[in-house]
Nanobody
């Protein structure tokens, strides 16, 4: 399974971006999917996740109320709508698919995309 993340770019503080994650052959439609991010010099951190059917969504405290994760199973896509962006949101964002249908341990996420850069200017 290959994942392709896209939609990153440059935004001003307070602005919005929408990230997309698509898989080859729509092979993760029955798997939980998550977004992670990694800023320069920092460890990778969890951002948001969604269960296979979209019924459960989890968010990091730092993005709650600003970011929304969603998925379109027929299209095989997962989205991350990012509003009210802050400079501290600057990072490379990765999507990852889990081995399981519902969210679990980070180690469950075995399929990773190549990442897309998000830069937020103040």
């Amino acid at each position: 399974v290959q994942l392709q993340a896209s939609g990153g770019g440059l935004a001003q503080a307070g602005g919005s971006l929408r990230l997309s994650c698509a898989a080859s052959r729509n092979t993760f439609s029955n798997n939980a999917v998550a977004w992670f991010r990694q800023a320069p010099g920092k460890e990778r951190e969890f951002v948001a996740s969604i269960s296979w059917n979209g019924g459960r969504k989890d968010y990091a405290d730092s993005v709650k109320g600003r970011f929304t994760i969603s998925r379109d199973r027929p299209k095989g896509a997962v989205y991350l709508q990012m509003n009210s962006l802050k400079p501290e949101d600057t990072a490379v964002y990765y999507c990852a698919a889990s081995l399981r249908p519902y969210q679990g341990a980070t180690d469950d996420y075995r399929y990773w995309g190549q990442g897309t850069q998000v830069t937020v200017s103040s």
